[in-house]
């Protein structure tokens, strides 16, 4: 089914505060098939990942407090300790950060020796066979003994296995370590799990490494232990450690310098520090150093063990209809703030999304994807706005997706003067070469993205190049671009009854009721910079839409959502209306019985905003998240905010005339995320054990409240 998108201005309310929405969205999006994708997944042994419980402590550096904190959870928490049940503890963690030398570290501590009998070290991989690993366990406990074959397993007795399990077990206090976990059938692991803890003494715990955390939390009985990142410090201490001999690099201070630079690239990573570090060793020309600098990693020599491969493990035991979605991160930039609103506009027009199913949208899928990439450690600083995500991918990861993703993807830049001809989808890095030596031979581009802001009169030039040339795009966006002439758009709108997402500007004062009255399956609406509109709707009734955004019109003073006309409206976004009142509202609105199903709500710049309008009220039940910005005149929030039993992030952001919160804020106990900023007087009494309103929100699990010195400091530039 073909659909057509358009796309124009539309700026999100969240860009400086790490929210929901990403930046000012600018561009046409042309053509959509929905097409079959292949769900099944797809697993590759690898053989390299077999691992061993020996360490050496001088190799582990920066690790010493995750190591205290696994064997905190390891040992008893009192010395009559009788817990019969098996403790399983998850390590979980992006590949390379060091989550099997963390267990190594663990595993050879003098302190576990004493307090376990018996200690087991098997290395799962993507191999969950349950004779093969009950084969492991024994051969790990008969360490002394000849092992048993691994061979001819359908040869094997399962219950003399099992049995001689049960007796290398019976009153042993052991520790048995899984790892490298990938197996997510439950089953399975259920099967092992009740072979395992069969005659097992009190206290004996398994501890699993694994990357991705529903596999940890399938498998845990405590909550999974989140390895996180080296410091900057540690980071650089492994690196020397890894480029050069002990003590040298003392005699090559310039390098270390570089190295300084080089460190920052690897994130905290401990496998990237190794890898580049590793490939510097005994080089000590500048030149070399500053190429590892300069280069991407994906660049760079990799051998089997290095970083790329170590992730590249993880995209391979990705289900399928996932790798293409994944691939597609690479045409944005580093630390770029990716929305779902975005991610389900691009893999939906690209066709990569599996149709959905009754009763879901495209969003739900665009959804569960994202759930599984957070679960695979992909995503992160995710932010779970109810309707709206918010995500970030690691700079590694992003390398991950510009590696697996260079036939089809490319990141122009000016060392690039021609498109290979398998080259689908375009992103502009650097906009000073768009000039007449610019080619491209690939007319089956369907992408062309200006991500970092186009500058120059050239652009409108290769503009039009490209849409002459590319008769098979889907997607341009011109969000970052100065561009400021458009190709032809085709007219009609009210033919696209299939037209999903509609992103308009107009001198208009009313949107023409005949040409959006029969968009009946539109799903997100945005207007922006249409200074003359003062009505928008006129009656017309948008029985799918679940995101709206209105942003910079002027001339708007009211915006009438009744319940009849918006059935099914999730999101609402007002920003830089400068006349409109919010309360006022259609004169039939108390009279209506269905209420509002509102998710996420946010206002911003609206200086007739004295207090939030009444008819919010409506969404006790269903409002998720709610964003406050830049509402000068804002003076109180209303008692029954506290009202909101289902709101999980709240954020307010320079409202100077608020001073206080809801007295019974302490109630929104599903709250998750409050940010507080710019609010002089309410951030001092919200300052952390020492604010007189900190024991309302106390209970919250992720607080940030802008300190007065930062507050001072804005007052005084």
């Known amino acids: 089914m073909a659909q057509l998108f358009l796309f124009s201005i539309a700026e999100s309310l969240i860009t400086n505060l790490l929210l929901m929405l990403s930046k000012k969205l600018l561009g046409w999006w042309f053509g959509l098939r929905i097409i079959d994708v292949d769900t099944r997944v797809v697993h590759r042994r690898d053989t390299s990942r077999m691992t061993h419980s020996r360490v050496s402590d001088s190799d582990v550096i920066g690790r010493e407090h995750d190591k205290e904190k696994i064997i905190e959870l390891l040992m008893p928490q009192n010395p009559n300790d009788d817990d019969k049940s098996l403790s399983v503890n998850p390590i979980v963690g992006i590949g390379g950060l060091g989550k099997t030398t963390l267990a190594k570290f663990v595993f050879n501590d003098k302190r576990i020796d004493k307090c376990f009998t018996l200690k087991m070290w098997v290395c799962v991989s993507d191999d969950f066979d349950i004779n093969q690993l009950i084969i492991k366990i024994i051969n790990s406990?008969?360490?002394?003994?000849?092992?048993?074959?691994?061979?001819?397993?359908?040869?094997?007795?399962?219950?003399?296995?099992?049995?001689?399990?049960?007796?290398?077990?019976?009153?042993?206090?052991?520790?048995?370590?899984?790892?490298?976990?990938?197996?997510?059938?439950?089953?399975?692991?259920?099967?092992?799990?009740?072979?395992?803890?069969?005659?097992?003494?009190?206290?004996?715990?398994?501890?699993?490494?694994?990357?991705?955390?529903?596999?940890?939390?399938?498998?845990?009985?405590?909550?999974?232990?989140?390895?996180?990142?080296?410091?900057?410090?540690?980071?650089?201490?492994?690196?020397?450690?890894?480029?050069?001999?002990?003590?040298?690099?003392?005699?090559?201070?310039?390098?270390?310098?570089?190295?300084?630079?080089?460190?920052?690239?690897?994130?905290?990573?401990?496998?990237?520090?190794?890898?580049?570090?590793?490939?510097?060793?005994?080089?000590?020309?500048?030149?070399?150093?500053?190429?590892?600098?300069?280069?991407?990693?994906?660049?760079?020599?990799?051998?089997?063990?290095?970083?790329?491969?170590?992730?590249?493990?993880?995209?391979?035991?990705?289900?399928?209809?996932?790798?293409?979605?994944?691939?597609?991160?690479?045409?944005?930039?580093?630390?770029?703030?990716?929305?779902?609103?975005?991610?389900?506009?691009?893999?939906?027009?690209?066709?990569?999304?599996?149709?959905?199913?009754?009763?879901?949208?495209?969003?739900?899928?665009?959804?569960?994807?994202?759930?599984?990439?957070?679960?695979?450690?992909?995503?992160?600083?995710?932010?779970?706005?109810?309707?709206?995500?918010?995500?970030?991918?690691?700079?590694?990861?992003?390398?991950?997706?510009?590696?697996?993703?260079?036939?089809?993807?490319?990141?122009?830049?000016?060392?690039?003067?021609?498109?290979?001809?398998?080259?689908?989808h375009l992103s502009f890095a650097e906009y000073n070469f768009l000039g007449n030596s610019f080619t491209s031979k690939s007319v089956a581009v369907r992408t062309i993205m200006f991500s970092n802001g186009a500058q120059g009169a050239n652009v409108e030039a290769l503009l039009n190049t490209c849409v002459s040339k590319f008769k098979l795009l889907r997607i341009l966006d011109l969000r970052d671009s100065t561009c400021k002439t458009l190709p032809s758009l085709p007219k009609g709108l009210r033919k696209l009854i299939s037209l999903r997402h509609l992103y308009i500007s107009t001198k208009q004062p009313v949107l023409p009721y005949s040409e959006i009255a029969n968009l009946i399956s539109l799903a997100q609406l945005s207007i922006g910079s249409s200074h003359n509109m003062e009505s928008i709707f006129g009656g017309v009734k948008f029985p799918a839409l679940k995101t709206l955004y209105v942003a910079d019109c002027h001339s708007l003073k009211s915006l009438p959502l009744a319940v009849t006309n918006f059935p099914e409206l999730e999101t609402l976004i007002v920003k830089d209306c400068v006349n409109l009142d919010l309360d006022l509202w259609k004169d039939d609105h108390e009279e209506q019985n269905p209420k509002l199903k509102l998710k996420l709500v946010g206002f911003s710049r609206l200086p007739q905003l004295v207090a939030l309008p009444q008819w919010l009220q409506e969404t006790a039940n269903s409002l998720q998240s709610l964003f406050i910005m830049n509402c000068d005149n804002l003076g109180m929030l209303p008692e029954w905010l506290s009202t909101m039993t289902n709101l999980k992030v709240l954020i307010i952001s320079d409202c100077p005339k608020l001073t206080s919160l809801p007295d019974n804020i302490h109630h929104l106990t599903a709250l998750e995320w409050l940010r507080i900023v710019g609010c002089p007087e309410l951030c001092r009494k919200c300052q952390p054990h020492v604010g007189e309103f900190w024991s309302k929100i106390s209970h919250i699990k992720e607080v940030f409240i802008e300190e007065p010195e930062k507050l001072e400091e804005k007052k005084d530039k």
């Open 141 to 424: 406990a008969n360490v002394a003994d000849a092992p048993l074959p691994q061979q001819n397993l359908n040869m094997v007795d399962l219950e003399l296995l099992q049995n001689q399990l049960r007796n290398i077990l019976a009153g042993q206090k052991f520790l048995l370590v899984l790892d490298d976990v990938w197996n997510d059938d439950r089953v399975k692991w259920v099967e092992l799990r009740n072979l395992i803890k069969v005659g097992g003494a009190a206290g004996s715990k398994i501890l699993v490494t694994t990357r991705i955390d529903s596999i940890a939390s399938m498998m845990g009985t405590v909550t999974s232990y989140k390895l996180r990142s080296l410091s900057p410090e540690n980071s650089l201490s492994l690196f020397v450690k890894w480029a050069f001999k002990e003590g040298k690099e003392e005699k090559h201070p310039h390098l270390v310098n570089i190295g300084k630079e080089i460190v920052k690239k690897c994130r905290g990573v401990p496998l990237a520090v190794r890898t580049l570090g590793s490939l510097l060793f005994s080089k000590f020309e500048a030149n070399e150093w500053e190429y590892v600098r300069d280069n991407e990693i994906w660049n760079l020599p990799q051998k089997k063990d290095d970083i790329l491969p170590a992730l590249k493990l993880s995209y391979d035991f990705l289900p399928s209809y996932l790798r293409q979605c994944f691939a597609l991160f690479s045409i944005y930039p580093k630390d770029y703030e990716f929305s779902s609103v975005e991610v389900t506009r691009l893999w939906e027009a690209l066709g990569v999304l599996a149709p959905p199913r009754k009763n879901e949208t495209p969003e739900d899928v665009v959804k569960q994807y994202l759930d599984e990439l957070l679960s695979r450690s992909f995503l992160q600083d995710f932010i779970d706005g109810g309707t709206i995500c918010q995500f970030k991918i690691h700079d590694l990861v992003h390398d991950l997706a510009l590696f697996v993703a260079e036939d089809e993807c490319l990141v122009l830049n000016s060392h690039i003067q021609n498109i290979p001809e398998n080259i689908r």
